[in-house]
């Protein structure tokens, strides 16, 4: 990982986590139950790639000051409210995540389902606060079919099928890019980017998301339980549609190095991009 | 039912299932499959009495034209993600709905989760087209964990305990208050409604929606699959909190008629309350 990123993170990753503390409910507001169901999947030791992003994104784009946080956590608890869904028994039937145990096998199937519910309507509520229904806009669109749900579907209609790259592709596309996408958009569009910027960098986006998924599919077919934290060959159990298993893994981790390398080029010169760079790169060395 | 509301619901309910066919992806647009899923639980006959609300509530604030459906449209909208996500086996396991299999039924788990997700997504991608982030904050906060998921918590939590009024009260204003209150607001907001036509009409609909779910639990006492539609007795079978389960069959239907008082009484004299007023009366009169 290049210093800039580390230094980076190491600055980034307490506020951030300091702001999704003071954004979701507490503990002890009722109904508790759920409130805890949604601490413990946030709190549960992501990277918070996506909220960095979102942050650097609105420096890029020519932000300043902390008002971006907020925004930046909002794209952290949809992330977080996916994944809680997509663990669950009628889809993925994932026991663990990060090393623990899910959000379904602590507090049951319904706490789980409606946590998911909870935060994917919390992060509305603090888009909204952004004062830009543009950014509401644009979320909502990448989450929906065309974006994330749509990606998930497609990852289960495709589950046990044989798979071209551009099948593939289709389902990473939306079920990560179009999070990193947003995540990227929001940050930019609350800078207020202009257009050349914003395209500049949904594109970036679009391949480091990509780029990242087909480096998580590598992960999980070398990776041990220890390292990933997610239980290994899930994906795999389930014959699931990935880059490996489509195109082999060589030439898998090809495409990733060409997608780092197309992310790279898209950002105009005249930017200050090394820690979006540094980011795309971290994709490909990246070892959980 | 007062022939206002008869021909209020004649006028609009073709008009708003008109918007909900544009607003919804075709079925022909992949992935099909959960368009296909989100259409069917849109479209199973639903009163449409929530958009109707939205509707009147705007006029009644000042507002005119057509601008408004699509807003009152997204509250069914999520109306119809709730009931999907209500009716999963590990929520309230539901088999039937308005006399049709539920979408899980229908389409099977993973999807029906994932039908609901992207109508919730889908609700907000609207919302923000009316240009005003406080719809989209106030309607976020009346599904989230201080509303309708705290209410479907709470409704969890209380199955099999002894219930007192004052906890089915919490449920229920949640659980299906919010929603209505959410409904009047976003109609009296795109108005520009003053803040005491803001209240007011809030009141209304807090009201409303409490006596609505009153009459609901006492249909499903009396009531028979083919008059409400739904699996009879559900509530029953998992010992669910109703009001006439906390206070009996006759003081339940008492509270519920002195709510709709109070909900007619609320409305200040100087306006057109007379469909509004109608929406109160038939929530007593109901048989399905």
Redesign the interface.
């Known amino acids: 990982m290049k210093d800039i990123l580390r230094k980076a993170i190491e600055r980034e990753l307490p506020q951030i986590n300091n702001y999704l503390d003071k954004l979701l ?1 507490s503990e002890n ?3 508790e ?3 805890k169901a ?1 601490r413990y999947s946030v709190f549960s030791g992501g990277k918070r790639l996506r909220p960095l992003m979102t942050i650097e994104s609105f420096r890029w784009a020519g932000g300043s000051g902390d008002e971006i946080y907020p925004f930046a956590c909002a794209i952290e608890i949809i992330h977080a409210y996916s994944l809680i ?1 997509d663990d ?1 028994p ?2 993925d039937d994932d026991d663990f995540r990060r090393n623990k145990p899910t959000c379904h096998k602590v507090f ?4 789980a ?2 946590a ?3 935060l ?3 992060a ?2 603090i ?8 950014i ?2 644009d979320v ?2 990448a ?4 974006g994330l ?2 990606g ?3 990852d ?2 495709f589950e046990g099928c044989d798979v071209s790259e551009g099948d593939v592709r289709f389902i990473h596309e939306r079920k990560t890019g179009a999070l990193f996408t947003a995540a990227v958009r929001v940050g930019a569009i609350f800078a207020d980017a202009d257009e050349n910027a914003l395209n500049a960098i949904t594109n970036y986006a679009k391949n480091v998301g990509l780029a990242f998924q087909i480096t998580d599919d590598l992960l999980d077919l070398k990776g041990n339980l220890k390292k990933k934290g997610s239980n290994i060959y899930s994906d795999l159990k389930l014959d699931k549609a990935t880059y490996p298993r489509a195109v082999g893994k060589e030439r898998a981790f090809k495409i990733a190095e060409k997608l780092v390398q197309d992310a790279k080029k898209v950002l105009p010169d005249d930017r200050d991009n090394e820690l979006l760079n540094a980011i795309a790169d971290f994709v490909l060395e990246r070892t959980y």
Do not use: C, N
């Not at 888009?127 to 543009?134: C, F, T």
């Not at 989450?143 to 065309?146: D, E, F, L, S, V």
């Open positions: 409910p507001a009722p109904p139950i759920v409130h949604m869904h669950l009628a889809m049951g199937e319904a706490i389902i409606l998911g519910d909870a994917h309507a919390l509305f509520e888009l909204a606060r952004s004062g830009k229904v543009e509401v806009e909502a669109k989450i929906g079919t065309y749900v749509g998930q579907v497609a289960i209609e």
